[in-house]
């Protein structure tokens, strides 16, 4: 993989990230995958990896939408 190449994923996996506040967002240069942590705590393995940045966002509302459902709520 090329530096140029390299540089314009790590672009790529910095605007996913500012795109989705509630998530750590790495680009892999040995596995060549975009790699999301999230931020927030989760009940299960919640680490997403795809070549394709423009393939995360709808897996990472998922996992969001999963973790609040069963985020435990706050007593009053």
Do not use: Y
């Not at 040995?30 to 999301?36: A, D, G, K, T």
């Amino acid at each position: 993989m090329s530096a140029d190449a390299v540089e314009a994923a790590r672009a790529d996996a910095r605007r996913l990230e500012a795109d989705n506040q509630l998530w750590i967002v790495v680009f892999g240069i040995s596995s060549q995958e975009f790699v999301c942590f999230p931020r927030f705590s989760v009940p299960f393995r919640a680490i997403l990896a795809a070549k394709n940045p423009d393939t995360l966002p709808p897996r990472m509302r998922a996992i969001e939408n999963s973790a609040l459902r069963t985020a435990p709520h706050p007593v009053a």
